[in-house]
Nanobody, 125 residues
Framework: QVQLVESGGGLVQAGGSLRLSCAAS????????MGWYRQAPGKERELVAV????????YYADSVKGRFTISRDNAKNTMYLQMNSLIPEDTAMYYC??????????????????WGKGTLVTVSS
């Protein structure tokens, strides 16, 4: 079992930056593939970025590529999402997730096993 708690969301102007954190407890964090998802009002939840257990591989949605960076510190049981050049379309609830499968499986649409409750990011124009 893995418990996940997100933090770092807030209100920011377009062009600004935010850094989200996801603190994990419970199972062995370093063995889990981790990811960030987001859900905007009236839209389905979408995959934003995924990172493998060893940080050797990452994946980004086209909409955030070049602006967002996913990383993890296995010693601190924490994952991060650095978000730069934010635009109003990035406004959403951002969720941290952990899974026991491979990075490619989640990129293909498999659902991760564990989820946080989310942190709200609002980008004003």
């Amino acid at each position: 079992q893995v418990q996940l708690v997100e933090s770092g969301g807030g209100l920011v102007q377009a062009g600004g930056s935010l850094r989200l954190s996801c603190a994990a407890s419970g199972s062995i964090f370093s063995r889990n593939t981790m990811g960030w998802y987001r859900q905007a009002p009236g839209k389905e939840r979408e995959l934003v970025a995924v990172i493998s257990s060893s940080s050797g591989n990452t994946y980004y949605a086209d909409s955030v590529k070049g602006r967002f960076t996913i990383s993890r510190d296995n010693a601190k049981n924490t994952m991060y999402l650095q978000m730069n050049s934010l635009i109003p379309e990035d406004t959403a609830m951002y969720y941290c997730a952990a899974g026991l499968g491979s990075l490619s499986s989640y990129v293909s649409g498999s659902r991760m096993n564990y989820w946080g409750k989310g942190t709200l990011v609002t980008v004003s124009s």
